[in-house]
């Protein structure tokens, strides 16, 4: 849970760092703040129409992967409300394992599209990528000082 909050905020600060410097005029507004990001981060690694299309496969993959995952973490949550009203704490105990064992598991498909992605990635897009994810990090940093 930490670390998912950790990652939505690094990427609604790089999201912000990238809208501020970014001069060029803004695609199509995207349906989430994920997906605003994610356009951001493309445009600025000037992607080839063969990177494009392989990025596009890879992020489909994994939506097929996590999309039986996500309806699973939906049933466990509903399930988890229940066992709270009823103050079920063995039912609470273990319906918080299999969620955070269903978290993991999205967690590693949505890790495993973005290595893919990487490797697509020619060296110094790589760099610049990096570079984005250090300034979004310590972006994240200063926030959490405030």
């Known amino acids: 849970m930490k670390r998912s909050s950790i990652t939505i905020l690094t990427l609604a600060a790089l999201a912000a760092g990238i809208a501020f410097a970014q001069t060029a005029a803004a695609p199509?507004?995207?349906?989430?703040?994920?997906?605003?990001?994610?356009?951001?981060?493309?445009?600025r690694l000037n992607l080839t129409a063969d990177?494009?299309?392989?990025?596009?496969?890879?992020?489909?993959?994994?939506?097929?992967?996590?999309?039986?995952?996500?309806?699973e973490l939906q049933q466990n949550r509903e399930a988890m409300a229940a066992a709270v009203k009823?103050?079920?704490?063995?039912?609470?105990?273990?319906?918080?394992?299999?969620?955070?064992?269903?978290?993991?598991?999205?967690?590693?498909?949505?890790?495993?599209?973005?290595?893919?992605?990487?490797?697509?990635?020619?060296?110094d897009q790589q760099t610049q990528l990096d570079q984005m994810r250090a300034k979004a990090k310590g972006l994240l940093q200063q926030l959490k000082g405030l």
């Open 86 to 123: 009823s103050n079920n704490t063995a039912q609470i105990q273990s319906l918080a394992a299999a969620q955070g064992a269903l978290r993991g598991q999205v967690l590693a498909i949505r890790s495993q599209a973005n290595a893919k992605f990487y490797a697509v990635l020619t060296p």
């Open 51 to 71: 990177q494009k299309t392989q990025f596009k496969t890879i992020m489909q993959q994994a939506k097929t992967g996590v999309q039986p995952l996500r309806t």
């Open 28 to 43: 199509a507004k995207p349906a989430n703040l994920r997906a605003a990001v994610r356009q951001r981060v493309l445009a």
